[in-house]
């Protein structure tokens, strides 16, 4: 008898329409710099995507797609995805929640430590800017590690808010991000080839 396999694969819908195109135009103008910010690092420098407004508004509407709009609020991570998480918010028409680094925010706030591929850092948003019944989708531009999604996805937990995904527009061949945020679901519009 064939053996039958104990757990299903999850499935991972299709890439919204126009994915394969926007990959290879990011990919173009994503510029790397080895080095930075400290040796052995080559930083994936999304300046020159950010600068191109009809880029920026392919990307929010493909995040959008990509999660079906099956989200109640968008989290955006100090500071680089500030840029993509607010283009994605009024995509979407979903308020935008903002993920700060530590002691810029007033009020009270939940808080979490984190490291990243270079150093460490905390994250807070304040206490009352999600709903416990909140879907929320965190957006940044890189995914290295992990570990700074996995700090903003604990920080939507403690609000008992759920995390509908995370959406970024590049992740770190190797470091194998999306793994240590499993089972939530990933949308990465590219690896890095190197
Ligand atoms: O997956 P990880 O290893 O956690 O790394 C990813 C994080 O690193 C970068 O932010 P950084 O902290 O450098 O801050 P910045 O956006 O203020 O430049 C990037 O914008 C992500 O937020
Ligand atoms: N290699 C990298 N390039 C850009 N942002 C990053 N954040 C963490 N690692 C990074």
């Known amino acids: ?6 757990t299903v694969p999850a499935t991972t819908p299709a890439d919204p329409p126009g994915t394969a195109a926007l990959r290879a135009a990011v990919r ?3 510029r790397v ?3 930075f910010p400290e040796p052995g690092i080559r930083f994936q420098d999304l300046t020159p995507v950010f600068g191109d407004p009809e880029l920026v508004r392919r990307l929010a509407v493909t995040f959008t797609a990509a999660f079906d709009g099956a989200f109640d609020r968008v989290l955006a991570i100090e500071a680089r ?6 283009a994605v918010a009024a995509a979407a028409d979903r308020p935008l929640v903002l993920a700060r ?3 810029k925010l007033p009020g009270p706030v939940h808080r979490a430590d984190y490291a990243l591929e270079y150093g460490t850092a905390t994250l807070e948003i304040q206490r ?3 709903a416990p019944d909140d879907r ?3 957006v940044d531009d890189v995914l290295a590690t992990g570990g700074t999604f996995a700090a903003a996805g604990a920080l939507v937990a403690d609000a008992g808010a759920t995390v509908a995904g995370y959406a970024v527009a590049a992740s770190i061949a190797g470091l194998h ?4 945020l499993a089972p939530a679901r990933v949308f990465s519009l590219l690896t890095t080839a190197d």
């Open 1 to 6: 008898m064939t053996p039958q396999p104990t």
């Open 28 to 30: 173009q103008r994503i």
């Open 33 to 35: 710099v080895p080095d």
């Open 81 to 86: 995805g500030f840029v993509l998480g607010t």
């Open 101 to 103: 680094k530590k002691g």
């Open 128 to 130: 009352d800017a999600l």
């Open 136 to 138: 929320v989708l965190v």
């Open 177 to 180: 991000g999306a793994a240590r």
